[in-house]
């Protein structure tokens, strides 16, 4: 039986042994491969730079677990700039696995930045509503989220004292995973309320924000794991999602290798067949 | 009359939320909002039905000693446990150190990790298995598919450093998802668009309506 | 009977989500709007006693003009003034402007907001402000001096409410051919009494060879209506293929399972699969427990679809309705399972994993022109006449969208613009 042979009757738990360590390795022993910020990452970065000191963001953090290494560090940085630039944070939840992991999130990046909740940034916690909250956040934010996640009444922190709707902010940070997300709050939101957005997004929905890239309607986009880390080469940290760059680098060079090979050997079984 | 009065108010809502699109009016504007947040509520209720059906189910297969009942006592003990501890912790149950949180950042988020990075090996067995090159058509989205994975990756941009910036897979890549990626998806979303539309349209009017209430 | 109340709570949700609006969000698609009109605004801080002399206090802001913003309930004013002449970098005498609102040109005054020096707008949407009263406004410009009230009040301003929002023209125009189309091509197929065209679709013909396979091997089919609730019309119009599925899976005397995401779309999906049971002419065979309730949560959800795919071993895995993450998972497990597949899906970023690991796949509106398709129904197969002629006008006006623009005329995009 020739090599060929053997690899169409190839037990797919082998592949997943070889992605398995393809990825625990760099991220052991990281490459450090070099990073080219794209266009659309630029255009990000820029866009939160842009914005004045003192002026409100809003920022809606809609994942969970499942997609915290793609998010997460775009989360961190972005929080990271804003607060660098002094600006005033406000972060809502509208997917319902995310709260406590934001929260976290959100605790841990003011803390390191000297940021004090309530006054620099707050954390209106999760709704319950998709599209439905987006746009009773158009009337009214204090409404929508009357207390922020540790319970606190919003009117009386000093950083919502501004906070009305969405005309309070000079930008949308969308940094999501799936339902609700990007794609609706450039929906609902960016067509009815015309608030600039950028968003970070999970690597397979990055595609279909293309269009709305395109059309001005998004601002800037992070893409998944590799727009995370070309963001943090532009801010010159290296968190997260760069020490992971090595190892998608690694797993994308195998899954092509995984399509040659598969094709291969599909070819040397169909001679064969017909020999 | 059974059929006819569910439909009639389908009708008369559906289209008088299409009409608060258009019409800032308080006269409409209230209602809609507060039919929006009703609707919101009623949903969140739902999960009570859920709830109870989930319960039910596993029970009786716990009860029947069906072959996997040990898993269903697993996900009945699961259930139980959480919401009680929820109930107990009250409306604090997510502030730091609660047992909510402890099970939300020790088995909630571990589990949901592991199952999405399941993906990443799903990706190259499919990859393998499934991605034949057997037409011109399939030859090209394979081309497509290479550039792209590898242009996503530094180590892209790293084995092309040496062409014009221009034409590194970094740039193609880019090229790639942002015309021919970008055309065909805005076909497909233009199309999808519509049929929303018109199914949506066919529901208020009632043109489904056999199959939404059940009957012939 | 809940089915209905799930079609109302569905009308009320669906225009927020995904019905009316949609027109704005095909035509969206290229417009790219200009950047809207943000007032920064500070605290409103007591401001602090003028040091003695030292600074002059600033000049007054002139020229306060209010519009009442259009196209609204009455809830917001806009205001525009001219920057007091020492409102400038160099001499840095002003610090920012007041707000003030009264209902009577004699005070007494309250404070709206304040906002920073250069900024010369303003949009009075506070909670406090009323339709149809009249108030009068002033700009107090503030700097380390003190405060110099403007010399003149403005107004009566009065916030009205309007009965159609003018952006939005575009929308109904399109909204109204939209319909008149799909209901024209309704007419006349019921009117001519039989079916117009409609092209093959191989996944939807699969469907029932698929049931077919199952029953012939002995297992069940697996039926999976995507992970959304019932406000995604995809969740919607996977329930209604399901009413023509598990008729099928009645007539072939083959058990089907459901699994189901939310309790909403779990009560429908229940109704549907005893339907059609029913309209099999099977009701007895009807098991209550082929439709379960799962988890909202997407991979407790998968894990306990995947379950469901190792242990009972259906041979035909149907996969409609809205996905995310867990389409390549479900799909890889089933192929490992021997079954056949068949997937349909409106998001464009699973299709892919769809088309590589199933049988056949459905691509975006495919999916919605399913339940026409297996009912044959001249209705239903004329909605569907209808939306494609609508697809014919978005054509036309995305290439003359393109040609005006590329010859720097912008009426059509302005048009399409909507607020």
């Known amino acids: 039986m020739s090599a060929l042979d053997r690899l169409a009757r190839l037990d797919r738990r082998w592949i997943f042994l070889v992605t398995g360590l393809l990825v625990l390795i760099p991220l052991l022993w990281p490459l450090n491969l070099p990073l080219t910020p794209a266009p659309p990452v630029r255009a990000y970065h820029d866009a939160i730079a842009s914005v004045p000191p003192g002026s409100h963001v809003l920022v809606s953090a809609d994942f969970d677990p499942a997609a915290r290494p793609e998010l997460e560090p775009m989360l961190r940085t972005t929080l990271r700039q804003l607060l660098q630039r002094r600006c005033k944070v406000v972060v809502v939840v509208l997917y319902q696995g995310g709260p406590l992991l934001v929260d976290q999130i959100v605790r841990d990046v003011a803390a390191a930045q000297g940021a004090v909740y309530g006054r620099d940034l707050v954390n209106l916690g999760f709704k319950a509503g998709n599209e439905a909250v987006m746009v009773l956040m158009g009337q009214s934010i204090p409404n929508t989220f009357p207390r922020d996640q540790s319970g606190a009444d919003v009117r009386t922190l000093p950083v919502m004292r501004d906070v009305r709707n969405y005309s309070s902010f000079r930008l949308l940070v969308s940094i999501a995973t799936g339902y609700p997300g990007t794609k609706e709050y450039v929906q609902q939101v960016q067509g009815r309320f015309h608030i600039p957005i950028v968003a970070g997004v999970t690597a397979v929905t990055a595609p279909t924000m293309y269009p709305y890239l395109q059309s001005g309607q998004l601002r800037g986009l992070l893409g998944g794991m590799a727009g995370a880390a070309e963001y943090e080469r532009l801010m010159n940290e290296r968190g997260a999602a760069s020490r992971g760059m090595d190892a998608q680098s690694l797993a994308h060079v195998f899954v092509a290798l995984c399509i040659v090979l598969g094709n291969l050997a599909q070819r040397a079984r169909a001679r064969r067949e017909e020999g | 009359m059974k059929r006819e009065l569910p439909l009639f108010v389908t009708a008369v809502v559906g289209l008088f939320m299409i009409l608060s699109f258009f019409v800032p009016h308080q006269l409409v504007s209230v209602p809609a909002d507060f039919l929006q947040q009703s609707a919101v509520i009623v949903v969140a209720f739902g999960i009570v039905l859920g709830g109870a059906n989930l319960l039910r189910v596993n029970l009786e297969a716990v009860v ?34 609660t047992r909510s949180t402890w099970i939300y950042d020790q088995i909630y988020a571990p589990m949901s990790s592991a199952m999405f990075a399941l993906l990443a090996f799903f990706i190259a067995s499919a990859a393998f298995r499934a991605f034949r090159v057997r037409t011109v058509e399939a030859g090209l989205l394979a081309l497509a598919a290479f550039l792209v994975m590898l242009g996503r990756v530094p180590i892209g941009n790293a084995i092309t450093g040496w ?54 | 009977m809940l089915s209905w109340r799930a079609a109302l709570v569905l009308a009320i949700l669906a225009p927020a989500a995904g019905g009316a609006p949609t027109a704005a969000r095909a035509q969206g698609q290229a417009i790219i709007v200009p950047p809207p009109v943000i007032q920064p605004s500070r605290p409103a801080a007591p401001r602090p006693p003028a040091p003695a002399g030292a600074v002059p206090s600033p000049r007054p802001a002139r020229g306060l003009t209010w519009k009442d913003v259009p196209d609204d309930a009455g809830r917001a004013i806009d205001l525009q003034w001219v920057l007091s002449p020492d409102d400038t970098l160099q001499r840095a005498l002003v610090q920012g402007y007041d707000v003030m609102r009264s209902e009577n040109p004699g005070g007494p005054w309250t404070l709206v907001d304040s906002v920073a020096a250069g900024v010369d707008a303003y949009r009075d949407q506070s909670t406090s402000l009323r339709r149809n009263v009249a108030y009068f406004y002033r700009i107090d410009a503030y700097g380390p001096g003190g405060v110099t009230p403007q010399g003149s009040v ?98 072939y005397q083959t058990p089907i399972k459901v699994p189901v995401t939310y309790p909403i779309p779990f009560t429908i999906a229940q109704e549907m699969v005893k339907g059609g049971y029913l309209q099999a002419g099977r009701p007895e065979q009807y098991d209550p427990d082929s439709v379960q309730f799962v988890s909202p949560e997407q991979f407790a959800y998968v894990a306990a679809v995947t379950g469901i795919m190792l242990r009972d071993r259906p041979a035909a895995h149907i996969f409609l309705g809205a996905f995310f993450a867990e389409s390549l998972l479900l799909a890889e497990t089933g192929f490992a399972t021997g079954a056949i597949q068949v997937a349909g899906t409106a998001n464009a970023n699973q299709l892919p994993f769809f088309v590589v690991a199933c049988d056949y796949t459905l691509i975006g509106e495919e999916l919605f022109a399913a339940s026409a398709y297996l009912s044959g129904e001249p209705k239903l197969v004329g909605s569907l006449k209808g939306a494609d002629l609508m697809k014919l006008v978005i054509v036309a006006l995305v290439v003359a969208g393109c040609l005006l623009e590329s010859f720097g005329h912008h009426g059509l995009t302005q048009w399409l613009a909507t607020q």
């Not at chain 3, 396979?213 to 209604?240: C, H, N, W």
């Open chain 2, 64 to 97: 029947k000693r069906q072959p996997d009942w040990p898993y269903r006592l697993v996900l009945i003990a699961g259930l139980l446990a959480t919401v009680v501890i929820g109930l107990i912790e009250g409306r604090d149950f997510q502030a730091l150190g």
């Open chain 2, 163 to 216: 062409l014009p910036s221009g034409l590194r897979l970094g740039a193609v890549s880019e090229w790639i998802l942002r015309v021919p990626q970008n055309a065909a998806n805005r076909a497909i979303l233009i199309g999808a668009a519509l049929g929303v539309m018109a199914t949506g349209l066919r529901v208020i009017l009632g043109i489904e309506r056999s199959y939404l209430s059940g009957e012939e």
């Open chain 3, 154 to 251: 403005t107004g009566p301003a009065i916030a009205v409410s309007q009965w159609f929002n003018h952006t939005r023209w575009s929308a109904l125009a399109l909204t109204m051919l939209f319909f008149a189309f799909v209901l024209f091509f309704i007419q006349s197929a019921q009117g001519e009494g039989r079916k117009p065209f409609v092209r093959r679709i191989p996944g939807i013909d699969a469907i029932e060879e698929a049931i077919g396979r199952a029953t012939e091997m002995g297992r069940p089919v697996l039926y999976v209506p995507g992970v959304q609730d019932i406000d995604e019309m995809q969740t919607v119009q996977s329930l209604i293929v399901l009413e023509s599925v598990a008729r099928t899976t009645a007539r």
